[in-house]
């Protein structure tokens, strides 16, 4: 079926277009922005002046929970969330149960999502079988099963042998490995940054160093094997620096940040506020600042919700019990706009960030409203005024720390290969 979007403004980051254009889909695919292509005839067409169409986002690295751990959330709950979002495409990682270390489990995921008809899931595979950190995975089999990539998502590999095998063996299938910085030793039962904010509270306390020994390490193997590598979760000024300085010597390095480190500190623990129990933990004003600052100058090129959706018990927990993590698929592109509205990023920037730079991690034909790839495509009203409130969230996990916050710009339609999935509903 053919559509027409008509009167936005499309900003598509990746081709540098930034103007009022009308953009024409068929069959699933972009046939065109600007005039009607001879021949095409649209059996629907959407009107959305004022507001801005963009390729739809891109999370990086979402939990889904599913298979294993449905009391939590599932494919279908967050799948829903993420076009409620704006979110086209879900890359998710390989912490299930069982773990994505087989093919099989890639098809479970594939099939479960195709059911349900909303956002794409890509899948990570496991880096190691049942992330253990030990055996390396069959990562030409997960690739040949869509495997977009290979992690070992939260679980830290403390041999480091096994860490030069597995990036050599990633490396020759051409795929990406994620990696997550974390010494296992020194964040053992860790709460909180080490700082006078933790300290004062009582709270186990994760050293700077934590992440830059095992960022060290990664990146000098990186060097060593030639494996493209994205690096996970930056929450250190020292970790901002040692990846710049990496790329720096031509390193095929990328790095995100998870958007929650970009507006918190330490200071909002002060409360025992589980909700900010996140890992790595939130650190001082200078982190957040040089997080800031490594965001505004592109060596952190991919934002991401790092979405981890809990049910209530685990974070009602006390503090230093409490799981950690946020569920962030709907305020993604809330967080983001935040950042141009603070003069951090232009809004050609901001969008990159969550559409073109995480697409470029992958290689996904997405990120983009280039003719003839797939019609994911988000519109926003870029001044509409919305509070975060409980019965706003799709997802099956409300554990925000951001509840009650008032945002602007909010998504009011959702394309997913040029079929609506969601359309905003006036009150």
């Known amino acids: 079926m053919g559509i027409s979007i ?23 695919l972009i046939v065109g922005l600007g005039p009607t292509p001879a021949n095409f005839e649209a059996e629907r067409e959407f009107h959305v002046d004022g507001n801005v169409v963009c390729p739809g986002l891109i999370e990086l690295r979402a939990s889904l929970r599913e298979p294993g751990q449905e009391h939590k959330a599932t494919i279908a709950s967050e799948s829903r969330a993420a076009v409620h979002g704006g979110i086209t495409t879900l890359c998710c990682t390989p912490d ?3 773990v994505v270390d ?6 479970l995921i594939h099939q479960r999502a195709a059911a349900v008809g909303c956002a794409r899931v890509e899948v990570q595979g496991a880096l190691t079988q049942r992330l253990e950190g030990s055996r390396l995975s069959e990562m ?42 974390e010494d296992p030793w020194l964040a053992r039962d860790h709460a909180a940054h080490e700082g006078a904010v ?13 992440e830059t020994i095992t960022l060290a390490r990664d990146l000098l193997l990186v060097e060593a094997s030639g494996v493209r590598a994205h690096i996970c979760g930056l929450s250190t000024a020292r970790g901002v620096e040692m990846v710049a300085q990496a790329r720096g010597r031509g390193l095929p390095v990328t790095a995100d940040v998870a958007l929650p480190n970009l507006f918190l500190t330490e200071m909002d623990l002060t409360d025992f506020n589980s909700a900010c129990k996140v890992r790595p933990p939130l650190r001082t004003q200078r982190d957040r600042d040089a997080l800031r600052q490594g965001v505004h100058e592109g060596t952190i090129a991919t934002l991401c919700a790092a979405h981890q959706p809990h049910e209530p018990d685990a974070k009602q927990a ?3 019990e409490a799981a950690p993590g946020i569920s962030g698929l709907e305020t993604l592109l809330a967080l983001t706009l935040r950042l141009v509205d603070e003069g951090l990023l232009t809004l050609q920037q901001a969008l990159a960030r969550i559409t073109y730079e995480p697409a470029r991690v992958f290689g996904l034909e997405a990120g983009t409203l280039s003719p003839g790839r797939p019609a994911d495509i988000c519109v926003f009203d870029p001044e509409r005024h919305w509070r975060l409130t409980r019965d706003r969230l799709w997802s099956e996990g409300h554990n925000t720390p951001f509840m009650g916050w008032e945002f602007k710009g909010e998504v009011t339609h959702t394309f997913v290969a040029g079929r609506l999935v969601y359309r905003l509903e006036e009150p």
């Open 318 to 320: 006390p503090f230093t």
């Open 198 to 210: 933790g300290t004062r509270l009582g709270l186990p306390g994760l050293a700077e160093t934590a």
């Open 6 to 28: 008509r009167g936005g403004w499309v900003v598509d980051p990746a081709n540098g277009i930034d103007e009022q254009l009308d953009i024409h889909v068929e069959d699933g």
């Open 140 to 181: 030409g089999a997960l690739r040949d099963a869509g495997c977009i990539g290979v992690s070992n998502a939260y679980r830290v590999m403390e041999n480091t042998e096994v860490v030069r095998r597995a990036m050599e063996y990633a490396a020759t299938f051409g795929l990406t490995v994620l990696l997550f910085p």
């Open 96 to 98: 299930t149960d069982p």
């Open 102 to 107: 087989t093919p099989a489990v890639v098809e």
